[in-house]
């Protein structure tokens, strides 16, 4: 963490740097509401991806000083559905694709830190392309510890957090259709990896764009598995509330030999939730809870696991609701990786 505080400081960056009464350090960069940083007691390599500009002081002010949507890594926040929130032109998506300015990097400010935690707050006012309308959006995020879920597991060194989201919409002049609008949590993780998505069924996923390169996808009785490494260009997937449950995770190795990284994301499903985020190529079909995608062509590569939680909608009475996640991340020798990926994903690993 000192490394990458370091150079944030001096690219002018403002950042948090936390350190939670269990050891575990996070790095927050206010600019987009980004867990930018999560780090071990005693340990300096990062468990999240981040933008290969920030490796270096120089590259990292440029980086943020050019134009365009800036991406420097970790966990950030967004809003759905995508088609509403980023794409101009359904029929152009790649042309007209872009992040609403207002919501990343936004606006965001702390307004709480202690030895127990931080609390970033922003308001975005939104425009919704398809429909022509606008929106006010209040979004809160709240860092609080997260109990080991395997304390008794020797040879892993641990480092985790609890994120509490809150999103309030304000009423909208045309109240006979309300807006509907939910939040999506985006972790970005260090290629090449692997994602393990725990199911209550063999149901292949629906792939979203692009194409998972030949043999990276596999479907097994309660597990998809996807190695996230291999050739081709960018690819992602979604999967249905009815089959998740309720966690992901993802494999790679770490830095120092003979070690590994699991990341796992603990995130509530509704089966009967209003998840609103639908599909580039057909706007009826939504309900998309959880996604992956691999992200393997320019210089910024990365892994990307991402949640839905149901929306909230500008009717008075229900435009405000609160989501809750852990993170769980562990680092150690390969069996000991494998047993915790055993007992918290189901999956067998063969490391």
């Given at each position: 963490?000192?490394?990458?505080?370091?150079?944030?400081?001096?690219?002018?960056?403002?950042?948090?740097?936390?350190?939670?009464?269990?050891?575990?350090?996070?790095?927050?960069?206010?600019?987009?509401?980004?867990?930018?940083?999560?780090?071990?007691?005693?340990?300096?390599?990062?468990?999240?991806?981040?933008n290969p500009a920030l490796a270096a002081a120089d590259s990292a002010k440029a980086y943020f000083a050019r134009d365009g949507w800036p991406n420097p890594g970790g966990d950030r926040t967004w809003l759905?559905?995508?088609?509403?929130?980023?794409?101009?032109?359904?029929?152009?998506?790649?042309?007209?694709?872009?992040?609403?300015?207002?919501?990343?990097?936004?606006?965001?400010?702390?307004?709480a830190a202690d030895?127990?935690?931080?609390?970033?707050v922003t308001t975005a006012r939104l425009s919704l392309l398809q429909s022509r309308r606008t929106v006010e959006a209040r979004l809160e995020k709240a860092y609080r510890p997260a109990v080991n879920p395997?304390?008794?597991?020797?040879?892993?060194?641990?480092?985790?957090?609890?994120?509490?989201?809150?999103?309030?919409?304000?009423?909208?002049?045309?109240?006979?259709?309300?807006?509907?609008?939910?939040?999506?949590?985006?972790?970005?993780l260090p290629p090449p990896g692997e994602m393990l998505i725990p199911t209550w069924s063999a149901t292949p996923p629906q792939v979203v764009f692009g194409t998972p390169a030949a043999g990276e996808l596999e479907t097994e009785p309660r597990l998809v598995r996807w190695r996230m490494g291999g050739p081709g260009g960018d690819a992602k997937i979604a999967l249905k509330a009815a089959l998740l449950a309720g966690r992901a995770g993802h494999l790679c190795r770490a830095a120092a030999a003979d070690s590994w990284n699991l990341v796992v994301r603990?995130?509530?499903?509704?089966p009967a939730g209003d998840y609103v985020d639908a599909l580039w190529t057909d706007p009826a079909n939504a309900g998309w809870v959880f996604q992956a995608c691999c992200?393997?062509?320019?210089?910024?590569?990365?892994?990307?696991?991402?949640?839905?939680?149901?929306?909230?909608?500008?009717?008075?009475?229900?435009?405000?609701?609160?989501?809750?996640?852990?993170?769980?991340?562990?680092?150690?020798?390969?069996?000991?990786?494998?047993?915790?990926?055993?007992?918290?994903?189901g999956a067998k690993l063969a490391l």
């Open positions: 963490m000192k490394h990458l505080s370091g150079v944030l400081s001096q690219a002018g960056r403002p950042h948090l740097p936390l350190t939670l009464p269990d050891g575990s350090r996070l790095l927050l960069l206010p600019a987009g509401g980004r867990m930018l940083g999560l780090f071990p007691a005693g340990d300096d390599e990062n468990f999240l991806w981040t759905a559905p995508e088609i509403e929130l980023f794409i101009g032109d359904l029929q152009r998506v790649p042309e007209t694709y872009a992040v609403p300015p207002s919501l990343d990097p936004g606006a965001w400010q702390v307004t030895a127990a935690g931080a609390t970033l395997l304390p008794a597991l020797a040879g892993l060194r641990y480092a985790g957090y609890t994120q509490r989201t809150t999103l309030e919409l304000e009423p909208v002049a045309d109240s006979t259709t309300p807006v509907r609008l939910g939040v999506w949590n985006l972790l970005q603990q995130f509530a499903v509704e992200v393997r062509s320019g210089a910024e590569r990365f892994n990307e696991l991402e949640y839905h939680a149901p929306a909230v909608s500008s009717e008075s009475g229900r435009n405000r609701a609160t989501d809750e996640s852990q993170v769980w991340a562990f680092r150690g020798p390969a069996a000991a990786i494998a047993e915790a990926a055993r007992l918290l994903l």
